[in-house]
């Protein structure tokens, strides 16, 4: 939701590429996803996986209509609703191989508004076990699309 740094934005598609992802959506107002620097931070990947862009208003929509679960990357969650540690939301069996999952990552500096965190299904966060106070939008991005599909791929085994 709204990327905007083009290195951040191309290394995502590459890390939803590399995890087997289905599609990649930029929702709302974010890099435009031909700028060179996505086009070359994707290293191919762009040319390999569907890059589409909504309006956030379209993407929940459009999630509903496919009857996937959208789940936000989020530090916090919301006051009454916090986020899930991620391996928590793998054990608990909520990656059911059945309903398809959108995963919805923040601005780069803003994170995802609450009115937003308002609208999706789960917010999940990766744990911090060193001091790192947090992990750049890529890095989350790979961590976590790597784990799902590490996780749904040992349970079709």
Sequence with gaps: WQIRYPGYAGSVIRAADAAGCDAVVFVDD????????????????????????????EFMQWTKSIHAKVVAADVYGLEGRPAMPLPEYIQQGELDGVQPHAFLFGNEA????????????????????????????A??????????????????I
């Design 30 to 57: 974010c890099v435009d996803v031909l700028n060179p620097k996505v086009v070359r931070s994707s290293v191919g990947s762009l040319f390999h996986i569907p890059v589409l862009t909504m309006s956030t208003r």
């Design 110 to 137: 803003r994170g995802l508004p609450e009115s937003i965190l308002k609208q999706v299904d789960r917010s999940v966060c990766i744990p911090m076990y060193g001091k790192a106070g947090s992990l750049n939008l």
């Design 139 to 156: 890095t989350s991005a790979a961590i976590l699309l790597h784990t799902v599909a590490m996780s749904s791929h040992i349970e079709r």
